[in-house]
């Protein structure tokens, strides 16, 4: 397990654990949810507290979406420089000119990164 995967798992238990204080609350007082979340904010300061420092949980879907575009932004670029690299030249070189000629391919990846940072609630 990784540091990002541990401190999700932390993350998503903390949501979890309000979440049912406010589930609770709300059948036990039979209250729409809003009401229930104030109360549970109210009745457990300590479990608010700690789902509301806690990052937004990330679906794996999302994850995993983001991760492919990302891959598929690099490969283009990858794909471009490999395509117009010159015998003589080294591949950093001809990465550069795909970049020169295509800066749309750097735009698709950098919003890709940003796609990534977003989901990921940085």
């Not at 229930?36 to 806690?54: G, N, R």
Request: hydrophobic letters at 45%; charged letters at 30%.
């Amino acid at each position: 397990m990784t540091a990002f995967d541990f401190n999700a798992s932390l993350a998503k238990q903390a949501h979890q654990t309000f979440d049912a204080a406010v589930a609770f609350i709300q059948k036990r007082d039979d209250c729409p949810p809003l009401n229930a979340i104030f109360k549970a904010m109210t009745e457990h300061p300590d479990l608010y507290e700690a789902s509301a420092k806690a990052p937004p949980v990330v679906a794996k879907k999302i994850e995993k979406a983001v991760d492919d575009r990302i891959a598929k932004a690099s490969k283009a670029i990858d794909d471009i420089a490999a395509e117009i690299r010159r015998p003589d030249e080294s591949f950093e070189t001809a990465y550069a000119r795909a970049l020169d000629q295509r800066p749309d391919l750097y735009t698709a990846y950098k919003a890709a990164h940003v796609a990534a940072q977003k989901a990921s609630g940085n």
